[in-house]
């Protein structure tokens, strides 16, 4: 697929939503549903192994979560090179 200057020029100005994903646990609903504030839920991942950046449900890179200004972050350690990126948001329609 071709992708021309304009084309590319409209795609750079979409907004799009970033998920990063620090693991996850399976659990019974039932476990779930008795969760109350102060319980801890173990996740997956190893404590530093840092999260899992997606776009829609595409992972396309990994960072490390930190703090900056008593807000979470990410600061991004691997990602996918920029021209798969931006054939993966042509080939999903995101125009």
């Given at each position: 697929?071709?992708?021309?200057?304009?084309?590319?020029?409209?795609?750079v100005?979409?907004?799009?939503?970033?998920?990063?994903?620090?693991?996850?646990?399976?659990?019974?609903?039932?476990?779930?549903?008795?969760?109350?504030?102060?319980?801890?839920?173990?996740?997956?991942?190893?404590?530093?192994?840092?999260?899992?950046?997606?776009?829609?449900?595409?992972?396309?890179?990994t960072?490390?979560?930190i703090?900056?200004?008593?807000?979470l972050?990410?600061?991004?350690?691997d990602?996918?090179d920029?021209?798969?990126?931006?054939?993966?948001?042509?080939?999903?329609?995101?125009?």
């Amino acid at each position: 697929m071709e992708i021309n200057d304009r084309a590319y020029d409209l795609l750079v100005d979409t907004q799009i939503t970033v998920d990063v994903m620090l693991g996850s646990a399976n659990i019974t609903i039932k476990d779930f549903l008795d969760l109350g504030e102060g319980d801890i839920l173990s996740l997956d991942k190893a404590a530093g192994a840092g999260g899992d950046i997606y776009v829609n449900s595409r992972i396309i890179g990994t960072g490390d979560i930190i703090v900056i200004d008593e807000k979470l972050a990410v600061r991004v350690q691997d990602a996918m090179d920029s021209d798969n990126v931006v054939r993966y948001f042509f080939d999903e329609n995101m125009l």
